[in-house]
């Protein structure tokens, strides 16, 4: 047996391997046919695989935590109640077959991140590639990369991904130089029919404040709004409501 495990590694069938004893074990005292035994040692296998690419999918996608739908508070606001059924049907993932974008706006702690995430780990579970960024995060990387003449490597981290999640774009303006660099992804990524997701604090008639200028506004607000799902999430922050609930609680105590 350990003989066929060690080989069984050096394939790369690394859950059969584990599974080997557990397998044959069960094939004998359930007296599994040859065929039902290979195919159950194959569906490990897969399963197994299937498994290790979607944490390979999670790391890389520097997501950080695993969340879904149902931990989503839909009543804590009515603008939640209004997007439900927009919101579950992006969870089937037929936006990125179609390159549809996805654009969450609101003020800071109403979900925007939250909802974005929920959308970044679901792909990762259908085994798409992901890559989470905040927006100055993703422009610094960018600007940095134009010192040592690497810039056009570094556009395709963010480019080549299925799905691109850019949070926080509009909590600092941007100048011309990372404004024509927040054009290129974005302009690559429409080119390429690959969908992003983009949370922001600021309504598009803003944009015009925290880009360059309306030019480099409008360049950018046309290629994400072509072919895209806009949510506007209101109501007051969720943490400050929860905070606010637990003083009451402190109180009546």
């Known amino acids: 047996m350990k003989d066929t495990v060690e080989r069984l590694n050096h394939l790369g069938l690394t859950t059969v391997a584990r599974q080997w004893p557990a397998v044959l074990a ?32 999670f790391r890389e996608s520097h997501l950080r935590v695993r969340i879904d739908v149902d931990a989503f508070d839909f009543n804590h606001h009515k603008s939640r109640q209004q997007i439900k059924t927009r919101v579950l049907r992006l969870l089937d993932l037929d936006f990125l077959n179609q390159g ?4 969450l706006i609101g003020n800071p702690g109403t979900g925007k991140t939250f909802l974005a995430r929920i959308l970044g780990w679901r792909a990762c579970q259908a085994n798409r590639r992901v890559l989470f960024t905040s927006a100055m995060d993703m422009l610094n990387q960018l ?26 774009l509009g909590y600092l303006s941007l100048d011309q130089q990372t404004s024509n660099l927040f054009y290129q992804v974005i302009s690559a990524r429409h080119a390429a029919g690959r969908s992003t997701i983009l949370t922001t604090n600021t ?17 950018i607000a046309d290629r994400l709004v072509e072919n895209s799902e806009i949510f506007l999430l209101g109501g007051e922050s969720l943490r400050k409501a929860k905070k606010s609930r637990a003083l009451a609680e402190e109180v009546q105590a």
């Open 26 to 57: 069960d094939a004998s005292a359930q007296n599994l046919s040859l065929d039902q035994w290979v195919n159950r040692l194959l569906d490990l296998e897969i399963e197994g695989r299937q498994k290790r690419a979607v944490e390979r999918r």
């Open 203 to 219: 309504p598009f008639s803003e944009w015009s404040n925290i880009l360059h200028d309306a030019r480099s506004a409008t360049a």
């Open 100 to 103: 549809v974008n996805v654009v």
């Open 143 to 168: 600007l940095a990369s134009q010192v040592d003449l690497s810039l056009v490597r570094k556009l395709r981290t963010y480019t080549a991904p299925t799905l691109l999640i850019c949070d926080e």
